[in-house]
């Protein structure tokens, strides 16, 4: 029953309702006592040639009587109850998909997309039972089996009734120890769903990879191969909870042959009529479902208990970025002051950064280039505040980054990553995502600056045009480009470009330059690139190594440095005159 002291917070709030639901039930078992107490009539005035047309007539009067009402309050029990566990499910949905947004980067790599989906659907669902099937078979089971006992006492017999109910604490112990064993196994269970979850969602989403290299006969037999991992742990939580039906009838058929020996024994006695032992017989029927609904009471409560345990684990944890109390939520603006003399990602001894200093004054463009890895997209997470636990300081308009709502200071950068992310939705929605107030001249506006309107001009739907779950139908120049229109549209004060040129071509991205110099003449930008030309009109470029600026300066300054950028620009132009050479052949 712990999973009701757990849920005590809602039902103390939804009392009302589940009041109102249990009372219904209560209805509708005293209701439900009459047509056994009928039919017992029927057959000792029948036994007895007593029944006339007028007590026939008033018999069937009170069993229709009986089925209208039970009807109206079984509609009145469900509205309730039901109803409850809707609102459960929205609210601990919607408490979830919340914290979900709110959680930093270290959550993200902690738990796995599938695994997350797996407590937002099938652990949600089984506490949503608790509150829905659990109330109900646990009130009901109560009142349908404390009313029709007491009926049994007083219509019929109660020396009968202490006899037939004996084997009943039976179900109590049996009910214990399953309860037990299936809390356990059915925790488990939902772990297998989570990773079976998982490897679903990792192999539709790289589905084309795994099409590419030839993977699909190794990609479904390690499939398989987790399913019947599932499977075999699911057959273990059935077979524990198969074993509480057969209990229960067992339990059931000890307590008729009971009635059926002593009551028999009473009647020959004169003890009881046989009109009164038919109404025992009636009685002890409406006694199978309570004592089944104890055994699926159990099965509701220990699932529900094992998912909730894992959606407040979920819950508990908290995000490492915290706003300040009293946080700056004017946009962020003005000068850039980027002072890190020391960052390792969570849980990992590696230094990801180390002295990295520069200072970007407002309107200006900061270039930096590196090899993979060389920490360059590491220098934007901590500008976007997705890891807070570096030495060193970073200031945005003469504040620490720190002092700001999350609001005011990501609303003031554009970012554009280099895995670009599209939604399922038209262009133009995907380029206003950010802005959805913007009209359509602002959305074609920022597509130019990016040098996609043309592209989507020849669309069949142009603007209108769906992209595709992740911008499946577009091209990898084309994404990012419309990632780049979603950055720019709202003119941010700082825009970061992270190697989101890679994809287009040397003229296109010229293009895309130069219309940024010209719209964005009194903003801040930061361009990190693999290819040089990107950032060769920069105020300044930075280039990493192993998270260290080992080069600064200009594009002529590092040009005759004769070191890393000199070298790779010399080599990088080579490539391009080869390229144009095949071309021109």
Known sequence: ???????????????????????????????????????????????????????????????????????????????????????????????????????DATFYQKHRTGDLMAHATNDLNAVQNVAGAGILTLFDSMITGGTTIIAMVLVVDWRLTIVAILPMPLLAVMARKLGTRLHAAFSESQAAFS???????????????????????????????????????????????????PTTSLIMGLTYVITIIYGGWQVVHGQITIGQLVSFVTYVSALVWPMFAIGRLFNILERGNASYDRVDELLQEKSTILEAKDAITTPAHGDIRYQINKF???????????????????????????????????????????????????????????????????????????????????????????????GQQDVEQAAKESAVHEDIKKFAAGYDTLVGEKGVSLSGGQKQRLSIARAVINAPELLILDDALSAVDAKTEEEILANMKQDRAHKTTIIAAHRLSSVMHADEILVLENGQVIERGTHEQLITKHGWYAEMWAKQEMEAAEEGESLGK
């Open 344 to 438: 390792s990602y969570p849980d990992d001894q590696q230094v990801a950064l180390s002295r990295v200093h520069f200072t970007l004054p407002e309107g200006h463009t900061l270039g930096i280039v590196g090899k993979v890895g060389a920490g360059k997209s590491t220098i934007f997470k901590l500008l976007l505040r997705e890891f807070d636990n570096y030495d060193g300081v970073i200031e945005f308009g003469g504040h620490n980054i720190k002092d700001y709502s999350l609001d005011a200071l990501l609303d003031s950068i554009g970012y554009v990553p280099q895995d670009n992310f599209l939604f399922s939705t038209t262009v133009a929605d995907n380029i206003r995502f950010s802005a959805f107030e913007k």
């Open 195 to 245: 990773r079976l979850n998982d490897k679903t969602q990792e192999s539709v989403s790289g589905i084309k990879v795994i099409k590419t290299f030839g993977q699909e006969a190794e990609d479904t037999a390690d499939f398989n191969q987790i399913v019947d991992h599932t499977v075999q742990i699911n057959r273990r939580v059935n077979m524990i909870d198969a074993l509480f039906d």
């Open 1 to 103: 029953m712990g999973i009701f002291r757990k849920l005590g917070w809602y039902f103390k709030q939804e009392w009302r309702r589940y009041l109102l639901g249990v009372t219904f039930l209560l209805l509708v078992a005293l209701v439900n006592l009459i047509p056994p107490k009928v039919i017992g009539d029927l057959v000792d005035a029948m036994s007895k040639s007593r029944l006339t047309s007028s007590h026939l007539a008033w018999m069937l009067g009170l069993l229709l009587f009986s089925g209208v009402a039970q009807y109206l309050f079984r509609f009145g029990w469900r509205n309730a109850i039901w109803g409850g566990a809707a609102k459960l499910e929205r609210t601990l949905r919607t408490r979830l998909f919340w914290h979900f947004m709110k959680m």
